[in-house]
Each structure stands twice: as C-alpha cells, then as structure tokens.
C-alpha cells in the first residue's frame, strides 16, 4: 500500500527553524508537495518538488528565500527545511505525491493520489 509518513512538527520561537520528513513508499511518484492548513482557513501549497523533471522546486511566494524543499532517493524522502519562521507559518503541515501521469499544476490538490496524515507546526512570537 501507498503509505506517505511525515515527521519534523513541533513548537519554536518566530524566526526558529524546523526541517519536516515525508517519506514516500509504495509506489512511483513524480511530484511531492507539502500544503499547510490553518484552523479556519483552506488547505494551501507550500513547496513541491518534481522528481522526473531534474528536481525542479516550486514555492509558494510567502515562503520564498525561508524554506526549501529536497529530496532523499536512497531514503526515498522529501524534507522541508523551514528558517526564519513566522507565527502565519503556524498550521498544520500535510505531505502529498502524484503519480507521473497525473496532470494539473503542482499547487493544485487535485494533482496528488496520497496524502499524510499532517504534522503540526507551531510558531510563536
């Protein structure tokens, strides 16, 4: 079975760091995304990352220059290192990945077969 397992929330300070894991097996996948979601508010892409297409990154303009999102293949990974972190980073953060053949742009939640089932990140100020 597909099975996408994250790992990395917690609580820091603004301006902290954390990297979030997502740890992809069961299947050939070419995008992973991380979305976030805060209470209230709709599920929205993060970063993504195309595994086929030479590892091109995406982000999202908010997190532009704090985070960065990379892949492991030998550990079959995709972190999320997140830096100088802000209290509207605060959310819940969820791990997705399509197959190669789904179509659709990378931020779009309808592009992705599996989801995790989130990792919380909380960020004070």
């Known amino acids: 079975p597909v099975r996408l397992l994250e790992s990395g929330g917690g609580s820091v300070q603004a301006g902290g760091s954390l990297t979030l894991s997502c740890k992809v097996s069961?299947?050939?996948?070419?995008?992973v995304a991380w979305f976030r979601q805060a209470p209230g508010k709709e599920r929205d892409a993060v970063a993504g990352?195309?595994?086929?297409?030479?590892?091109?990154?995406y982000y999202t303009n908010s997190v532009k220059g704090r985070f960065t999102i990379s892949r492991d293949n030998a550990k079959a990974t995709v972190y999320l290192r997140m830096s100088n972190l802000r209290p509207e980073d605060t959310a819940m953060y969820y791990c997705?990945?399509?197959?190669?053949?789904?179509?659709?742009?990378?931020?779009?939640?309808?592009?992705?077969?599996?989801w995790g089932q989130g990792t919380q990140v909380t960020v004070s100020s």
């Open positions: 069961g299947y050939t996948y070419d995008y």
């Open positions: 997705a990945a399509a197959r190669p053949a789904n179509g659709g742009a990378w931020f779009l939640e309808g592009k992705y077969n599996s």
């Open positions: 990352i195309s595994t086929l297409d030479r590892d091109t990154t």
